[in-house]
């Protein structure tokens, strides 16, 4: 028994060297993983930049401006004109007819400069005298055809016609009035040409479609003679008016479409889309500038797509299982996406610019450009989003990101039932509001407005007079059970589920030492260094870590005394059940260790031993004691279930 004590010590002591090489390893290990993603960090900060070069690039203040001043012109009324005769005033047929005849072609065609001085343009209209209108405007109509709706028997006797609302397959194609010229007749629209979703339906590129003279005192007559002949009719459902201008001064297009639908409710909705793009990309130095990024943008999606296949090679079923990979591999189709509409706007822009603009007296299409160029630009929106997110996986080794993110993981359960029970109810109040207030209430018209006014009640912008008007018993009671439910209770216990775990995620890392090399202590070593190399800094002061590591070597070295004492200890009491009490009375020995030993050791412990050194031997010593703790738990259970066996076995053996 004795020589096996006198052996025990070194034993101890060689799983401790042991242990003590295995965290080298795992330092170094985490050492060059935190190398390598400094690495990577800088490498797609590189590529994050370029990006957000790219994206800056495709956008200006000038658009704004430009989409404003189209704005003011043709949507709003001027205050020494009628009121009645604006754009968004327009609430019937004869409303339509007043705003083409008046402020439509008084906004296309200037003709006078301010002093009605005439403008020698040659034959071509300046709006605002800087943004030449390209070509000439269209306009063009959507019919339903007539008995395209079902009529009541009782009703037979006073009603002989019937058009319903606009469906593709009601869509009349037949000619109507004089049918001598293209105004008369249905047009088919080519395949490729987008779709229009309007406020009461989605409408195809075809119709019934004119275009206006050079001249206003041509198109008066033309809008005048359709007027006459009654060209809009009872089975129209919608009117567009397409016009295109370009700023030479910017280099922007800007291409209008105004609407007018004709519900079969009666009266009109109008809605607009104006959009300033850039379709010639390359002109001045800093356009080729960005035409490098773009390039360099190309690359670099390249490099990242290889990345991603090798890893699916080398992981298989194991890369889809992290978020980042996901992320990652989505910003990667993202960012192709965006690279095939951008080849494909600039191919198409080079092929049908010349063609466009080849008759000044033909309507150029460039809403069908325009609307890949906005396409385009959402591509890039969501790709920069998704790209700023990414760097969130390259900052978790910071302390504080990883409480976050170990918050949001650990309290994702408890948030997907909460969001269960929150929809439950607030579904139930959009369904409620949608059946009391929809036919009264514009937020509440569809079941989708009433979901983002909902919203909006909790984010506190509401209109509680109108809710109380359309009815004066279920809109309070509404109002009030719904803010009382979804933000007093509702609201709060969300709040507190995530404060809940951000606490005990906080005491968890509080408990747990922190050893792990971060990304700012590695910089600046490495600055130090670099300060060393360039000599703008002496040689002395990059001696601390030698000392550091000194100190660390007697740290350890103290350390392993300490516990190989520790050990011998709960080795002669191993037969014993108190092994976590005897663990904390080794604690304490450890704390009153250093100051009550000799002078030497005092001189020892205050030359090499630091205070958070301590503290982390404290710590280690605590871990030990858990350790213990739940391999005693084990221990019972297990002995638990062979008396259990043993049992049954002596049961089954009587």
């Not at 439509?104 to 943004?131: F, M, P, R, V």
């Not at 209108?133 to 395209?148: D, F, M």
């Not at 109008?270 to 300033?276: C, N, Q, R």
Request: aromatic share 14%; glycine share 4%.
């Amino acid at each position: 028994m004795e020589q096996s004590a006198a052996r025990q010590p070194p034993a101890v002591d060689q799983r401790l060297s042991g242990s003590g090489a295995v965290k080298a390893r795992v330092s170094c290990s985490r050492e060059l993983e935190l190398k390598t993603t400094l690495r990577e960090l800088v490498i797609y900060i590189v590529f994050l930049t370029d990006l957000s070069i790219l994206t800056f690039g495709m956008v200006s203040t000038d658009m704004y401006y430009l989409n404003k001043v189209m704005s003011h012109l043709f949507l709003e009324p001027s205050s020494s004109e009628d009121n009645r005769s604006g754009f968004r005033s327009i609430g019937s047929r004869a409303d339509f007819w007043r705003f083409a005849e008046g402020p439509l072609l008084d906004g296309l065609y200037w003709e006078k400069w301010y002093n009605n001085a005439t403008l020698t343009l040659q034959n071509n209209s300046h709006i605002y005298y800087e943004n030449l209108l390209l070509g000439v405007a269209q306009i063009r109509q959507l019919k339903v055809r007539n008995n395209t709706c079902s009529i009541y028997p009782y009703f037979h006797h006073f009603l002989e016609d019937c058009y319903s609302e606009y469906r593709y397959r009601a869509e009349d194609r037949s000619d109507f009035g004089l049918r001598n010229e293209s105004e008369w007749k249905y047009t088919s629209a080519s395949s490729l040409s987008p779709w229009y979703w309007g406020s009461m339906g989605l409408y195809s590129s075809g119709g019934y479609m004119f275009t206006l003279p050079k001249s206003k005192e041509e198109s008066v007559e033309k809008l005048v003679f359709l007027r006459q002949n009654s060209w809009l009719t009872r089975g129209t459902r919608v009117v567009f008016i397409d016009f295109s201008t370009y700023n030479a001064n910017i280099n922007l297009f800007c291409i209008i479409k105004l609407v007018v639908e004709f519900p079969a409710t009666g009266g009109a909705v109008t809605s607009s889309h104006i959009y300033s793009v850039k379709l010639l990309r390359y002109v001045t130095y800093y356009d080729y500038f960005l035409a490098s990024c773009e390039i360099t943008f190309c690359l670099f999606i390249i490099t990242f797509l290889i990345q991603e296949a090798i890893k699916i090679v080398k992981l298989k079923k194991e890369y889809f299982r992290s978020a980042w990979n996901w992320l990652d591999l989505l910003l990667v189709v993202v960012s192709i996406l965006a690279i095939a509409f951008n080849i494909y706007c600039t191919v198409e822009v080079s092929l049908l610019m010349e063609e466009l603009l080849s008759d000044a007296h033909v309507y150029p299409d460039f809403y069908f450009l325009a609307f890949w160029q906005v396409l385009y630009n959402n591509m890039i929106a969501v790709n920069i989003f998704f790209a700023w997110i990414k760097i969130l996986k390259y900052v978790s080794f910071n302390k504080t990101m990883t409480q976050l993110s170990s918050t949001l993981s650990r309290c994702a359960k408890d948030i997907i039932g909460f969001a269960i029970m929150f929809f439950i109810i607030f579904f139930a109040y959009a369904q409620f509001g949608y059946l009391v207030f929809g036919s009264q209430v514009e937020e509440f018209s569809t079941f989708q407005n009433c979901i983002f006014t909902q919203f909006r009640i909790v984010l506190g912008d509401f209109n509680f007079e109108t809710i109380e008007a359309t009815n004066r018993i279920l809109g309070p009671i509404y109002f009030i059970t719904f803010v009382f439910f979804v933000f007093f209770v509702l609201l709060n216990m969300f709040l507190a589920i995530i404060n809940d775990t951000y606490s005990e995620v906080k005491a968890d890392f509080e408990v747990i030492p922190s050893q792990e090399l971060q990304i700012r202590d590695l910089l600046r070593q490495s600055c130090n260094k670099a300060l060393v190399k360039l000599r703008l800094k002496k040689p002395e002061m990059d001696t601390n870590p030698a000392d550091e590591s000194l100190e660390s070597k007697e740290f350890s070295a103290t350390k392993r005394k300490d516990i190989s004492k520790l050990s011998n200890r709960d080795s002669a009491n191993e037969k014993s059940h108190l092994k976590l009490s005897k663990l904390q009375n080794g604690k304490e020995k450890l704390c009153q260790k250093y100051p009550s030993t000799e002078d030497t050791d005092a001189v020892t412990a205050q030359s090499y031993v630091s205070t958070a050194e301590f503290q982390q031997l404290l710590r280690y010593t605590a871990d030990l004691g858990k350790e213990l703790n739940n391999t005693n738990a084990k221990l019972r259970r297990i002995m638990k279930s062979t008396q259990q066996l043993k049992d049954t076995s002596g049961k089954t053996a009587q």
